[in-house]
């Protein structure tokens, strides 16, 4: 039998959403318009990935805002994605969690089949995105839906599913090189995992606001498996994480604005893991967003270094 859960009051729109027509505004919750904090988290560690390699390739302030552009765009357009397959996945889950019960199909305001059309759209509009990379991007921009279509079943069998949404949500950091039209693997491979690790502690803070909820429901998550153990564990992911960006940055020659940003991100994680108070819902969502802040800290790190390379600077 599901239990439906008393929905928590919403927080009130902004001009823009307030501004859309009635019939369009739930597509438009559906894909988190209101909430962009995901889809900043999706896209920093996509210009990491396209500023580096622009660094170490000399590409010019055209191609590189041309690409960090149309990542933008496509951040935009795969999170939404990911969120309405979430919620395809999670609409009987989501009616039982006071935070998701009034989410667009777990309320009934949009039909699955709806959903399923819009998803349609979305993912034909996010192909167009990736065609417009160069083809060697194809097959690595493509393997990442694998990743978005199961994220959600793994919170229903395994008390690690944000270890699935860490491999989705740091993919534009491999596919940046390609996409400037360089390969250096060894550099891929760690800032790609150094965003793993990233998110495995960020989603962490954000799975704490629904523990009472999930524990109900059977959801899963890093927040119920670690408990009390959350953060001795994700200041271990966090000295990795900045063990791991910094190999980055050594192995692609990086310069020191770029380890100045390492260094004051560490710092913000620092902070968010000592302050963040993991009982109370609005205080783990508090810091969860100041992430969008860590990542943007990040990128101008390595963003200065390459406008100072560029105009000959260092």
Not at 37 to 65: E, H, Q, R
Not at 95 to 104: D, F, G, K, L, S
Not at 163 to 180: I, K
Not at 241 to 264: D, E, H, K, R
């Amino acid at each position: 039998m599901t239990t439906t859960a008393q929905p928590t009051a919403q927080p009130p729109l902004g001009p823009f959403m307030r501004s859309l027509p009635k019939s369009v505004l739930p597509y438009a919750q559906l894909i988190r318009l209101d909430r962009p904090v995901g889809t900043w988290l999706l896209f920093w560690p996509c210009t990491w990935g396209i500023t580096m390699a622009a660094y170490a390739t000399n590409a010019s302030l055209l191609d590189t805002t041309w690409t960090l552009s149309l990542f933008g765009i496509g951040a935009l357009i795969m999170r939404g994605a990911g969120c309405i397959v979430n919620d395809l996945w999670d609409r009987r889950l989501d009616q039982q969690v006071e935070r998701t019960a009034m989410r667009p199909i777990a309320s009934g305001e949009i039909t699955p089949k709806q959903a399923i059309v819009y998803l349609g759209g979305q993912l034909t509009l996010g192909l167009g995105v990736l065609l417009s990379l160069p083809l060697d991007c194809l097959l690595l921009g493509a393997s990442s839906l694998a990743f978005v279509a199961t994220y959600p079943l793994f919170k229903r069998f395994t008390y690690y599913p944000q270890l699935m949404l860490s491999f989705t949500y740091n993919w534009g950091a491999m596919l940046g090189f390609p996409a400037m039209g360089h390969w250096d693997v060894p550099t891929m491979a760690a800032l790609y995992a150094s965003g793993i690790c990233w998110t495995m502690v960020y989603d962490t803070v954000y799975a704490h606001q629904d523990k009472r909820d999930d524990v109900k429901a059977g959801i899963k998550s890093t927040a119920l498996a670690w408990r009390e153990n959350s953060k001795p564990v994700m200041t271990g992911f966090t000295i990795a994480q900045i063990a791991l960006l910094t190999s980055a940055g050594v192995l692609n020659s990086m310069g020191p604005a770029f380890f100045a940003g390492v260094a004051w991100a560490t710092y913000r994680l620092a902070r968010m893991i000592k302050s963040v108070d993991l009982d109370t819902p609005k205080d783990c969502w508090k810091w969860f967003v100041d992430n969008v802040k860590t990542g943007g800290v990040i990128f101008v790190g390595v963003f200065v270094d390459y406008l100072c390379k560029l105009f000959g600077l260092m």
